[in-house]
């Protein structure tokens, strides 16, 4: 057991007292405590850049001892860990929300990666593929230890994370945002590994915004708010036990005031064009970019008009990412037919130039990868998709530029010290926000929003909607796209669902509700399709 004392049950495994993380002059914790006791899922959960995951790096290694004030005890023992393998020698392992795999190794060479078997310097690859199925069998994954991780979903690839954690004899593991990118089946599954780990007496730090998830499984939850402990709630007496605490008491803990409304209220457009039909999607047809047999939007059609919040919902691979992707120049996919209107005007949209020119407009669900760089600042990121209107003669006008971004940066509520703060230091939330920000600057008239709340906190959620709110109000037109049906049902005049890549459903928001969705999403495709005919 590395060391670690055999604790009773309620008994603190960690304690963290006085942990205070300064960047610069900007502090990011300030006196943190924290105590976790053996075998509990204790949930750490606040707003955006409250400082849930730099507490983590500094329990975990990732911020060495030196690097911040207060004290670590863990097993009763004070800890000053130089590193993340320091950390993990007394059991102590971190899966962030980024995962830490190679895609190109094997499942078994991930989970051994850095903690290989070997012998006199050979690695025993009898022995690896043995103990990695051992492993994949206690987090319920029936995958052949030889499978490549590029060829898993998200999905597993979070339970090899978990099996390499377990492969090191972990004593505390922490999850990062565990569920984010998961659907709700692969969440579940998760989350039901978690608890029979807790049963096993590991304890869990679990880091997550999904106050669902946190009452359902966690069993005390401290609250962190601009670097400070707020408060530690026990939510439930024993494991299996209902949670004591409801939703509304830990979100006022979050964001320091209660939100007597979970959406903002809405402000309806009453201009000369109010209703006029803004985006037409009309049996809109296109194959896998790979496969091209294979039909991944099958003649879908709907409608925004001028003022209106469209939702659009469906489970994972139902096609809502792949139609809105290609639809926006068609960036996903082979078209193979269907027409787009934007105004009533038939519009043929090749490229992503030509889409945004058209006042179309796309955030995408992947902001890291697709969305922004990471590595430049909030005022290039804002100005990325407009600098054709801030330029002259050919030449981007700084000045301007600037005024923009802080003109946005305010408007938006972006946490950042300056515009010139490079985008990877912001948190996600702040992020989201600067995705979003790049677009509004283009001045677009249609705007289609995937997964825009995603990996946020009830706060920040709280301020995009109202930013969604507003474009509606100004008379823009909105795709919503959303795996959450409540921000669907919250936020939307209207909703389709889809399923197999098709349209199957239309509601108004008066007859919309979780089931009636649910119900049109799970619908059965037909066991036999038109092939399409391509278009030019």
């Given at each position: 057991?590395?060391?670690?004392?055999?604790?009773?049950?309620?008994?603190?495994?960690?304690?963290?007292?006085?942990?205070?993380?300064?960047?610069?002059?900007?502090?990011?914790?300030?006196?943190?405590?924290?105590?976790?006791?053996?075998?509990?899922?204790?949930?750490?959960?606040?707003?955006?850049?409250?400082?849930?995951?730099?507490?983590?790096?500094?329990?975990?290694?990732?911020?060495?001892?030196?690097?911040?004030?207060?004290?670590?005890?863990?097993?009763?023992?004070?800890?000053?860990?130089?590193?993340?393998?320091?950390?993990?020698?007394?059991?102590?392992?971190?899966?962030?929300?980024?995962?830490?795999?190679?895609?190109?190794?094997?499942?078994?060479?991930?989970?051994?990666?850095?903690?290989?078997?070997?012998?006199r310097g050979v690695i025993g690859r009898y022995e690896t593929l043995r103990q990695a199925s051992a492993l994949l069998a206690?987090?319920?994954?029936?995958?052949?230890?030889?499978?490549?991780?590029?060829?898993?979903?998200?999905?597993?690839?979070?339970?090899?994370?978990?099996?390499?954690?377990?492969?090191?004899?972990?004593?505390?593991?922490?999850?990062?945002?565990?569920?984010?990118?998961?659907?709700?089946?692969?969440?579940?599954?998760?989350?039901?590994?978690?608890?029979?780990?807790?049963?096993?007496?590991?304890?869990?730090?679990?880091?997550?915004?999904?106050?669902?998830?946190?009452?359902?499984?966690?069993?005390?939850?401290?609250?962190?708010?601009?670097?400070?402990?707020?408060?530690?709630?026990?939510?439930?007496?024993?494991?299996?036990?209902?949670?004591?605490?409801?939703?509304?008491?830990?979100?006022?803990?979050?964001?320091?005031?209660?939100?007597?409304?979970?959406?903002?209220?809405?402000?309806?457009?009453?201009?000369?064009?109010?209703?006029?039909?803004?985006?037409?999607?009309?049996?809109?047809?296109?194959?896998?970019?790979?496969?091209?047999?294979?039909?991944?939007?099958?003649?879908?059609?709907?409608?925004?008009?001028?003022?209106?919040?469209?939702?659009?919902?469906?489970?994972?691979?139902?096609?809502?990412?792949?139609?809105?992707?290609?639809?926006?120049?068609?960036?996903?996919?082979?078209?193979?037919?269907?027409?787009?209107?934007?105004?009533?005007?038939?519009?043929?949209?090749?490229?992503?130039?030509?889409?945004?020119?058209?006042?179309?407009?796309?955030?995408?669900?992947?902001?890291?990868?697709?969305?922004?760089?990471?590595?430049?600042?909030?005022?290039?990121?804002?100005?990325?998709?407009?600098?054709?209107?801030?330029?002259?003669?050919?030449?981007?006008?700084?000045?301007?530029?600037?005024?923009?971004?802080?003109?946005?940066?305010?408007?938006?509520?972006?946490?950042?010290?300056?515009?010139?703060?490079?985008?990877?230091?912001?948190?996600?939330?702040?992020?989201?926000?600067?995705?979003?920000?790049?677009?509004?600057?283009?001045?677009?008239?249609?705007?289609?929003?995937?997964?825009?709340?995603?990996?946020?906190?009830?706060?920040?959620?709280?301020?995009?909607?109202?930013?969604?709110?507003?474009?509606?109000?100004?008379?823009?037109?909105?795709?919503?796209?959303?795996?959450?049906?409540?921000?669907?049902?919250?936020?939307?005049?209207?909703?389709?669902?889809?399923?197999?890549?098709?349209?199957?459903?239309?509601?108004?928001?008066?007859?919309?509700?979780?089931?009636?969705?649910?119900?049109?999403?799970?619908?059965?495709?037909?066991?036999?399709?038109?092939?399409?005919?391509?278009?030019?």
């Amino acid at each position: 057991m590395s060391g670690l004392k055999v604790m009773r049950a309620d008994t603190p495994v960690l304690e963290m007292h006085g942990i205070t993380k300064k960047f610069g002059g900007v502090t990011a914790l300030d006196g943190v405590r924290l105590s976790v006791r053996a075998g509990e899922i204790h949930a750490v959960c606040g707003e955006n850049g409250a400082g849930k995951s730099t507490l983590m790096k500094v329990l975990s290694g990732v911020y060495p001892h030196g690097s911040y004030a207060g004290e670590i005890r863990f097993g009763g023992e004070r800890c000053a860990f130089g590193d993340v393998r320091a950390g993990e020698r007394r059991g102590i392992v971190i899966v962030h929300q980024e995962l830490a795999l190679v895609p190109c190794l094997s499942v078994a060479e991930n989970i051994f990666l850095g903690n290989e078997r070997a012998r006199r310097g050979v690695i025993g690859r009898y022995e690896t593929l043995r103990q990695a199925s051992a492993l994949l069998a206690r987090v319920g994954l029936a995958e052949d230890p030889r499978t490549r991780v590029a060829d898993l979903g998200v999905g597993k690839q979070q339970l090899v994370e978990i099996a390499k954690a377990l492969a090191k004899d972990v004593r505390l593991l922490i999850l990062d945002e565990p569920t984010a990118a998961l659907n709700d089946a692969d969440s579940d599954h998760l989350l039901d590994l978690v608890c029979r780990l807790r049963d096993q007496g590991v304890a869990c730090v679990l880091i997550s915004h999904k106050l669902g998830e946190i009452r359902r499984v966690a069993d005390r939850v401290t609250v962190l708010r601009d670097g400070r402990t707020v408060e530690t709630f026990t939510v439930r007496d024993r494991p299996g036990a209902a949670p004591s605490v409801p939703e509304e008491r830990i979100i006022r803990a979050m964001v320091g005031r209660d939100l007597d409304h979970r959406f903002p209220p809405r402000t309806r457009y009453e201009g000369p064009d109010a209703g006029a039909p803004a985006l037409a999607v009309e049996r809109w047809t296109v194959r896998h970019p790979v496969d091209h047999r294979r039909t991944v939007v099958d003649g879908a059609s709907l409608h925004v008009r001028r003022g209106e919040i469209v939702g659009l919902a469906g489970l994972v691979g139902a096609g809502r990412t792949e139609l809105a992707m290609s639809v926006f120049g068609r960036s996903y996919g082979r078209y193979a037919g269907g027409t787009v209107r934007l105004g009533g005007r038939p519009v043929v949209l090749r490229t992503v130039p030509q889409a945004v020119a058209s006042g179309l407009a796309y955030v995408t669900e992947d902001r890291k990868t697709y969305g922004l760089d990471l590595l430049d600042t909030v005022h290039r990121n804002l100005s990325l998709a407009a600098l054709s209107g801030l330029a002259r003669r050919g030449v981007v006008d700084r000045h301007a530029e600037r005024r923009a971004a802080e003109e946005l940066r305010t408007s938006l509520g972006i946490r950042s010290r300056t515009v010139f703060e490079p985008v990877g230091r912001l948190s996600g939330g702040n992020q989201q926000k600067v995705l979003l920000g790049k677009w509004l600057l283009a001045g677009p008239e249609v705007l289609i929003l995937d997964e825009p709340t995603r990996g946020v906190d009830v706060g920040a959620k709280y301020e995009i909607h109202a930013v969604i709110g507003q474009l509606a109000a100004r008379g823009k037109a909105v795709l919503l796209i959303s795996s959450e049906l409540p921000e669907l049902l919250g936020l939307c005049d209207r909703l389709y669902t889809m399923a197999a890549g098709r349209v199957t459903g239309e509601l108004p928001r008066a007859r919309a509700s979780q089931e009636a969705l649910m119900r049109l999403m799970t619908v059965e495709p037909p066991t036999t399709r038109p092939s399409p005919t391509d278009e030019s």
